[in-house]
Each structure stands twice: as structure tokens, then as C-alpha cells.
């Protein structure tokens, strides 16, 4: 028993010397992507009309739909946080987005929109003032027939 407990000690002291080195900025400077087949259909109703890809989510319906997306993000200490919006259209389509921030009470803070008719698009959104626990959403319409997907957003850690 004793010889046990030895041995588990010199292999938990050999774990802590060996992996004693971290870098600190390594821990706390990570974007975080969201995938675009995370977001819903923002209408209950148009539910069927959503098309959920390996790529990204889009519409099949024969008319633009929205979708929503709860955007993850560090809760990174303001007074603005960065974003990438990606995603394609097709056939001289575009996407219109808004990207909100709300407080952890629901307090509205800020938005920013864009629309994109890039056949692909890397739209660069600040929102300010985001907080250390604000929550972020992106509400996009996405054009008819399949002619969009949404990538996703990436949330830059600032």
C-alpha cells in the first residue's frame, strides 16, 4: 500500500513538473467559431423551410427566410468585441445580418448590420459597447432557393 501511494506520488509530481510550463496568453486569446448549422429558423413556422448543411445553413424556400444564431463568444471586458460573419451567394443573391448584443438582463446594447451580394464574405463587425457577460446574436435572411449559406461567426477575443 505504501509503495502504491509512493509510486502515485512521484507520477503526479513527474505530470506537474513536466507540463509546468503554460503560456498564458495561449489560455486566454482564443476565437471562438460558431458553425452556421447551429443556427435555427427564426419564424416556428418556417421551420421546414431551413436547410441544414456540413457547411453552413441556408433556405430551400422559394422566398428569403431568417435564421437565428446565439453567437459564442469569451466574455471578453469591452468596451467592443470584433466578429467575422462568412458565408456565399449564388445567381446575383444577397444576405442581409444583424449582429446585437444584449446585457445578461436583456438590455438591448448595440447592432450592427450589413448585406453582402459577394459570391463569398468575410464581413468584419464591432459591436460597442459589448460587457464581460453580454450575450451576442446574429439574425440573417438568407436569399430563396438555396441561393446563400451561412458559414457562421467567428467571435475575435480581444
Do not use: W
Not at 62 to 88: L, M, T, Y
Not at 95 to 113: I, K, M, P, Q
Request: glycine share 8%; proline share 3%; hydrophobic share 40%.
Amino acid at each position: 500500500m505504501r509503495a502504491t501511494i509512493s509510486v502515485l506520488g512521484l507520477l503526479l509530481l513527474a505530470g506537474a513538473v513536466s507540463g509546468a510550463v503554460i503560456d498564458a496568453d495561449a489560455a486566454t486569446s482564443q476565437n471562438l467559431n460558431t458553425h452556421g448549422s447551429t443556427c435555427k429558423n427564426f419564424n416556428a413556422a418556417q421551420a421546414l423551410d431551413i436547410d441544414y448543411l456540413t457547411s453552413g445553413v441556408r433556405t430551400i424556400a422559394g422566398a428569403a427566410r431568417p435564421v437565428i444564431c446565439a453567437v459564442e463568444r469569451h466574455p471578453v471586458n469591452g468596451p467592443s468585441q470584433s466578429f467575422f460573419v462568412d458565408g456565399s451567394n449564388s445567381g446575383g443573391a444577397s444576405t442581409s445580418c444583424t449582429l446585437s448584443s444584449f446585457s445578461n438582463a436583456g438590455v438591448f446594447r448595440d447592432s450592427e448590420s450589413f448585406t453582402s451580394g459577394a459570391a463569398t464574405y468575410d464581413q468584419f463587425v464591432t459591436l460597442d459597447p459589448v460587457d464581460l457577460f453580454d450575450y451576442v446574436s446574429l439574425l440573417c435572411t438568407l436569399p430563396s432557393n438555396a441561393r446563400g449559406v451561412l458559414f457562421g461567426v467567428t467571435a475575435i477575443d480581444n
